[in-house]
C-alpha cells in the first residue's frame, strides 16, 4: 500500500482545518480571472471555481490506493503532490480563445518562486482515439502584491487554473463523473462508444461555434447605430486595426468611451 490509513484520516483532517484558505484563494482566483482576464479583454467565456471538498480528498487518496500509482507516505507528501484542492475553470465559447486566456492568466499570476507560471496543454486525443479529454493546466499563486488582508496566509497554496472551450469541457466534465470515478462500476462498450460519439460532436461543436461568431461580427459590421454591446463594439471596430489586439483591455476603452458619446462607427468618425 502506498498510502497508509492514518495519512488519510490525517491529511482529511489537516485540509478540514485549512479548507477556508483553499476556498478563498479560488475565489479570488476567479474573481481575477472573471473581472481582469475575460470581462476585461472582452473574451466571451464562464469563470466557475471551487475548493475540493474533504469527502473528495479522501476518496482520491483511496483512489490512489487503489492505484498503486502514488507514494505518499505522509500528510506533507498529500499536499505536496495533490495539487487540485483550489481549482478554477475558464471555459471560453470559442476554441481560438484558449491560448490568448493561457497567456493572460500567465502574465497576472505566479508561481511559486514568484515567476510566471508555466502551462501544461493536455490533448488526450493525439494519443488515444477515443479520449477527448483536451485543456491547458496552470499552478497560480497569487503575486506577493494580492497577499495582503485575508489573503496574507495563502502565499503557499496552489491553485489549478483550467483553461478549455465550451464544448470541450462538456466532454471533460461527463467523462470525469462516468469514467474516472465510476460509482457503479466499469463502464460498458455501449457507453465508451457513446463517449466517443459525444467526443467527435463535440470538436465539430467548436468548429461550429466559431464559425457563427464570425457570421455574428460580419453582421454587426455591416450594421448603423449605436454598439450594443463590449463584443460588438470589438467585432466593428477590429477592422479598423488590422494590426492590433483590439480585444486586449476592450472592457475598459468600451466603458471610458461612453461618457463622451463614441458609441457608434459613426460617431467615432465625427
Not at 481582469?36 to 480528498?57: C, D, H, M, W, Y
Not at 467526443?199 to 461543436?205: K, N, S
Request: net charge neutral.
Amino acid at each position: 500500500m502506498t498510502i497508509s490509513e492514518d495519512t488519510i484520516k490525517n491529511a482529511v483532517l489537516r485540509y478540514h482545518r485549512e479548507y477556508d484558505r483553499y476556498l478563498k484563494l479560488s475565489a479570488r482566483v476567479a474573481e481575477i480571472c472573471r473581472f481582469e482576464i475575460v470581462e476585461g479583454n472582452a473574451i466571451r467565456a464562464q469563470v466557475t471555481f471551487r475548493a475540493k471538498s474533504p469527502k473528495s480528498l479522501e476518496g482520491k487518496l483511496r483512489r490512489f490506493v487503489a492505484s498503486g500509482k502514488k507514494d505518499l507516505p505522509d500528510v506533507q507528501s498529500v499536499f505536496d503532490q495533490v495539487r487540485d484542492l483550489a481549482a478554477v475553470r475558464i471555459a471560453a465559447y470559442e476554441q481560438k480563445h484558449e491560448d490568448q486566456v493561457v497567456q493572460l492568466v500567465c502574465k497576472r499570476f505566479v508561481d511559486l518562486s514568484g515567476t510566471a507560471p508555466t502551462s501544461e496543454r493536455k490533448d488526450k486525443n493525439s494519443e488515444d482515439g477515443n479520449n477527448f479529454y483536451r485543456a491547458t493546466h496552470i499552478e497560480a499563486f497569487l503575486p506577493e502584491a494580492d497577499l495582503i488582508g485575508t489573503y496574507a496566509n495563502v502565499s503557499d497554496v496552489p491553485c489549478e487554473v483550467q483553461v478549455c472551450s465550451m464544448m470541450a469541457h462538456v466532454w471533460n466534465e461527463i467523462e470525469h463523473d462516468l469514467g474516472y470515478k465510476p460509482v457503479t462500476g466499469s463502464l460498458s462498450e455501449q457507453e465508451y462508444n457513446l463517449l466517443k460519439s459525444l467526443g467527435l460532436a463535440v470538436r465539430q461543436g467548436d468548429q461550429t461555434i466559431s464559425t457563427l461568431f464570425a457570421e455574428t461580427e460580419r453582421r454587426q459590421r455591416a450594421l448603423g447605430g449605436a454598439f450594443t454591446d463590449v463584443y460588438d463594439f470589438v467585432a466593428r471596430v477590429r477592422g479598423w486595426f488590422p494590426n492590433i489586439d483590439f480585444g486586449r483591455n476592450a472592457g475598459p476603452l468600451y466603458e471610458a468611451l461612453q461618457p463622451v458619446r463614441l458609441v457608434s462607427p459613426r460617431a467615432s468618425a465625427n
